[in-house]
Nanobody
Framework: EVQLVESGGGLVQAGGSLRLSCAAS????????IGWFRQAPGKEREGVSC????????YYPDSVKGRFTISSDNAKNTVYLQINNLKPEDTAVYYC???????????????????WGQGTQVTVSS
């Protein structure tokens, strides 16, 4: 059974940093893509990064490039999302998700992922 557990969220001031963690179990990192997504109240879920377990290749949408960094520790079955220079508009619930790489397109749209964690809240105060 695939399980994904996010942690690391919290309340931070604008300009601060957070590192989110996604602890995974029940599947092999080597043939999966792990993605980070966020959903703010009243908005659609959007992808902020994804990483291929086999070679650590990563994707970022233009909206977060330069501030978000995804990484993985395959030995620990954990994927991290480092967020720097946090802005109030980054406030959202952040989710990680996993899917077999064959089913995931290069831009990692949320609809390509079947297994999801429960999310961790990130709140950025101005």
């Amino acid at each position: 059974e695939v399980q994904l557990v996010e942690s690391g969220g919290g309340l931070v001031q604008a300009g601060g940093s957070l590192r989110l963690s996604c602890a995974a179990s029940g599947f092999s990192f080597d043939d999966h893509v792990i993605g980070w997504f966020r959903q703010a109240p009243g908005k659609e879920r959007e992808g902020v990064s994804c990483i291929r377990g086999s070679d650590a290749s990563a994707y970022y949408p233009d909206s977060v490039k330069g501030r978000f960094t995804i990484s993985s520790d395959n030995a620990k079955n954990t994927v991290y999302l480092q967020i720097n220079n946090l802005k109030p508009e980054d406030t959202a619930v952040y989710y990680c998700a996993a899917e077999y790489w064959v089913y995931v397109r290069s831009t990692c749209p949320p609809t390509d992922f079947a297994s999801w964690g429960q999310g961790t809240q990130v709140t950025v105060s101005s």
